[in-house]
C-alpha cells in the first residue's frame, strides 16, 4: 500500500513538472512574440507618430511632436529626418528613456525633456552627441558609481532647484 501511495504521489509529481515546463515554455514563446512584433514595429516605423505608438509615454516625442507649437511640421520632418539617418541611436535613447520612466517614473523626465530641447534646436542634418548622449545614459542608469541614493545623478542634476524641498515648476 505504501509503495503504491508512493508511485502515485511521484507520478502526480512528474505530471505537475510537465505542466509546470509547458507553462514556462508558452510563456517564453509568448515573450518571444511580444519582442518579435516590437521589432517588426520599430523597423516599419517611419514617423514620429509612428514612434510614439510604439512609445506612447515619451517625453522626447511628445517634445518634438508638441501640438502647441507653430513649427510643427518641422518637428515632424526633424524627428523623420533622425530616423532616416541615425535610427538605431534614436530608437535606442526611446528604448532607454522607457526602461527609465519604468524604474525611475517621473524622476527622469526633466532629463529627457531637456534632450527633447536639444532636438528642437539641432541645426545639423546629423546629431552628433546622439550616440554620446544614448553611452553616458547606459552608464548613469546602469552604473552604481554614477548614482546618487539609488538615482541617476544625471537625472537628479537635471532636476530644477528647489525651494524648502517643494519643487517649482513652470
Given amino acids: 500500500c505504501f509503495l503504491i501511495s508512493q508511485r502515485e504521489e511521484a507520478e502526480e509529481a512528474r505530471k505537475?513538472?510537465?505542466?509546470?515546463?509547458?507553462?514556462?515554455?508558452?510563456?517564453?514563446?509568448?515573450?518571444?512574440?511580444?519582442e518579435q512584433n516590437l521589432q517588426e514595429r520599430l523597423t516599419a516605423a517611419k514617423t514620429g507618430q509612428d514612434l510614439l505608438s510604439?512609445?506612447?509615454?515619451?517625453?522626447?516625442?511628445?517634445?518634438?511632436?508638441?501640438?502647441?507649437?507653430?513649427?510643427?511640421?518641422?518637428?515632424?520632418?526633424l524627428v523623420t529626418s533622425?530616423?532616416?539617418?541615425?535610427?538605431?541611436?534614436?530608437?535606442?535613447?526611446?528604448?532607454l528613456e522607457k526602461r527609465s520612466k519604468q524604474w525611475y517614473v517621473n524622476l527622469p523626465s526633466y532629463y529627457f525633456c531637456n534632450i527633447s530641447r536639444r532636438l528642437?534646436?539641432?541645426?545639423?542634418?546629423?546629431?552628433?552627441?546622439?550616440?554620446?548622449?544614448?553611452?553616458?545614459?547606459?552608464?548613469?542608469?546602469y552604473k552604481l558609481e554614477e548614482q546618487i541614493g539609488g538615482r541617476p545623478k544625471m537625472f537628479v542634476d537635471a532636476m530644477p532647484e528647489t525651494e524648502g524641498g517643494v519643487i517649482v515648476i513652470d
Fill in 54 to 77: 510604439i512609445f506612447p509615454e515619451s517625453w522626447i516625442l511628445k517634445g518634438l511632436l508638441s501640438e502647441n507649437d507653430n513649427s510643427d511640421d518641422n518637428q515632424k520632418t
Fill in 82 to 95: 533622425i530616423l532616416e539617418k541615425q535610427r538605431s541611436e534614436f530608437i535606442e535613447l526611446l528604448q
Fill in 16 to 34: 505537475m513538472d510537465e505542466v509546470r515546463l509547458l507553462s514556462e515554455n508558452q510563456k517564453e514563446e509568448h515573450a518571444k512574440r511580444i
Fill in 120 to 141: 528642437v534646436n539641432e541645426k545639423n542634418d546629423t546629431i552628433e552627441w546622439l550616440e554620446s548622449e544614448c553611452e553616458k545614459l547606459r552608464a548613469g542608469i
